[in-house]
């Protein structure tokens, strides 16, 4: 197009923007800046409130008094660069655990700072090169966790008994090669394992005590969704988990160590959504409620007096509600209360009176703007499929929702799934004037195994046609234009995005995509040592590592001729998932093919853009890229957003 058509176009979209009664422009900083706070959590004894807020612009540790003033918070710990965005409450009370790595290197070390003194002092309590993960704790052990590490073999991780006074591991169980993870009983003693065979199969294995030996109990086939091994009955004589096994969807079930007995615990009422999380009693270790994930997030009660609770929490309003953390005699709660069209309300609730206090807003101010609401939808896929979603439209009167330029946002994972509720990223593509379709395409979780199975063998196959067909979907309702459609991905939503401009040439007019995979073949062969259990169940779905012509078949590097519409790539050096290779290759191959493409690199990011100043100068270049090919709106890049320094 050259230059006075360029200006004609954006002219011509510039007043169709005009014409619509959009709301008041939301500054990117407001949406992707740090959120003041979030994540409440009550001590184990009930007396402390800790949460994650920023102290000098980077997300740490903050502790009060649960009856004392707000004012009297402060920050006990003071991590200068990437911020902390996961932690626990010791079980002592007295101290606090979180987890970090190093500029997204996913190397995850457990840090433990007391909660009392002046300076508070951080110890590493798993130094070393190697990535920790959390296995179990107890609050009749408050000094004591399990954890996993893989600093034995890189490739698996063995479980330890770590003592947090000592900061001395004990091994537990030494992983045999094909363990992804452990669980522990009350007592801390590790006794369940769920384990990945070669032929993408999976069995959960047992054993009386940690001296004894090993077996089998149950399981499930490659073809079953993945189950998970949650944790032991209260009375340690049997063990829960999800499972489709003898099933269409998954379902939380019982399994006796001894005798094998199974009885089901769970299951979703349709016979169309898998069992999810389940919740603990934090002392008595009974059942208290399951998860569904339906087109909202649903809480089903297994204990009676759930039901009275959960009814409380619904008068807080319009959303759906999330239990965080109870204290231990189960008279506080830490709840959160998730809409679509707001920031997220954290309260905390007294299970005696049923009242919720209000503590704070995640972001309060995206109250004093007007926030775009999000819809379930389904539609039928080329082959018949029913294919879930969400639709969000502009906030704007019903009348003007018609010939919207529309973004395709399909999820990473890709086994996981998009859910209804505040979405950053969809809110701001709304607010720019954009309608939003996130489609759970098949191979999204907890649809059953019908919804899975018709993934395997189709990354980049029916995996991507299930996005065209949705974006037709949104066509043919009259929501969207259909000469400006762009699609937006992240991770495997990124392989999406370069498949889409690569097989379907003529679909989308932009795609923008961070750390997305380009050659299916590179990618295999690039997995991170941790990775190996992952790696069966990616070829079985995927495609082996033999069969080369396959892969390259669905790996739109070698497609890259055949690409029309211009491209954003963002990529994080220390990516250990999709690493900067793959994004190199693409942008190498663009240009070699004069194709249109501008790339940024970001030198202190893994697998994801988290620290404030780098998510705003990425969601800078994307507003400007899409108001520039979709006629959008846009706020000016300023300073702060200037991405310019990052092109390579």
Same mark, same amino acid.
């Given at each position: ?56 612009? @980077? ?62 002092? @951080? ?28 600093? +034995? ?177 189960? +008279? ?126 189709? +990354? ?112 994080? @050096? ?75």
């Amino acid at each position: 197009m050259n230059k006075r058509a360029l200006l004609f176009a954006i002219f011509l979209l510039s007043a169709w923007a005009a014409c619509r009664d959009f709301p008041a422009l939301i500054p990117r900083a407001v949406l992707f800046g740090n959120p003041e706070r979030i994540l409440p959590q009550v001590s184990p004894d009930g007396t402390m409130l800790a949460w994650i807020a920023p102290a000098h612009a @980077v997300l740490n540790i903050w502790v009060r008094e649960i009856d004392k003033p707000a004012a009297t918070a402060r920050a006990i710990t003071a991590d200068p660069k990437r911020g902390i965005r996961d932690f626990f409450w010791q079980y002592d009370s007295k101290h606090v655990i979180y987890l970090q790595d190093h500029d997204g290197d996913e190397n995850w070390h457990l840090y433990q700072v007391p909660v009392s003194g002046s300076t508070p002092q @951080v110890r590493d309590l798993t130094p070393g090169k190697l990535q920790a993960r959390i296995l179990a704790r107890s609050p009749d052990f408050p000094d004591h966790v399990v954890i996993a590490l893989n600093e +034995r073999d890189a490739r698996f991780h063995d479980a330890y008994l770590l003592d947090l006074n000592t900061v001395e591991p004990k091994l537990v169980a030494q992983n045999p090669g094909d363990i992804e993870y452990y669980i522990a009983d009350k007592k801390l003693h590790v006794r369940a394992a769920l384990a990945r065979l070669k032929d993408g199969s999976a069995e959960i294995r047992v054993r009386d005590d940690e001296q004894s030996p090993w077996r089998r109990l149950t399981g499930w086939s490659a073809g079953d969704v993945d189950g998970e091994l949650l944790a032991f009955s209260a009375d340690d004589r049997a063990v829960w988990y999800t499972s489709s096994a003898e099933a269409d969807t998954g379902r939380l079930l019982e399994t006796d160590v001894a005798t094998s007995r199974t009885r089901v615990l769970a299951a979703d009422r349709e016979n169309q959504f898998d069992a999810g999380r389940i919740v603990l009693h934090p002392t008595k270790h009974t059942l208290d409620a399951v998860q569904f994930n339906r087109e909202h997030n649903e809480w089903e009660p297994m204990e009676r007096s759930f039901a009275a609770d959960f009814a409380a929490l619904g008068k807080l309003g319009r959303c759906d509600i999330e239990l965080l953390t109870r204290d231990n005699a189960d +008279r506080i709660w830490t709840v959160a209360c998730n809409v679509d069209d707001g920031p997220t309300r954290f309260y905390v609730y007294y299970r005696d009176k049923k009242r919720a206090q209000f503590l704070f807003s995640n972001r309060p101010r995206l109250e004093h703007y007007k926030l775009a609401r999000m819809q379930p939808v389904s539609f039928r896929a080329r082959d018949g499929l029913l294919i879930h979603g969400y639709l969000t439209l502009p906030a704007l009167p019903k009348a003007q929702w018609r010939e919207l330029p529309l973004i395709v946002y399909p999820h990473g994972g890709p086994y996981a799934r998009d859910d209804w509720g505040y979405d950053e990223k969809v809110q701001f593509f709304a607010n720019r004037g954009y309608a939003v379709l996130q489609i759970n395409y098949r191979g999204s979780t907890g649809y059953g195994k019908k919804v899975l199975q018709a993934s395997f063998r189709e +990354r980049g196959g029916k995996m991507s046609s299930d996005l065209v067909d949705g974006k037709r979907w949104a066509v043919q309702q009259g929501y969207a234009d259909p000469k400006r459609t762009c699609m937006y991905g992240v991770s495997y939503g990124a392989y999406a995005v370069l498949v889409a401009l690569a097989f379907t040439p003529d679909e989308f007019v932009c795609g923008v995509e961070a750390y997305g995979a380009s050659n299916l073949i590179t990618l295999l062969k690039s997995f991170p040592p941790y990775w190996a259990l992952y790696r069966l169940q990616w070829e079985r779905r995927v495609g082996m590592a033999e069969e080369q012509e396959f892969l390259k078949s669905r790996s739109p590097i070698f497609k890259v001729q055949e690409i029309k519409s211009p491209l954003l790539i963002g990529q994080g @050096v220390n990516d250990p998932r999709v690493v900067k290779a793959e994004s190199d290759q693409m942008v190498e191959a663009l240009r070699r093919n004069r194709k249109e493409v501008e790339y940024l690199v970001f030198p202190d990011e893994g697998h994801g853009f988290l620290r404030p100043e780098n998510r705003t100068k990425w969601f800078a270049a994307t507003e400007w890229f899409l108001a520039k090919h979709l006629g959008g709106r846009s706020e000016p890049p300023g300073p702060e957003g200037d991405w310019k320094s990052l092109e390579q």
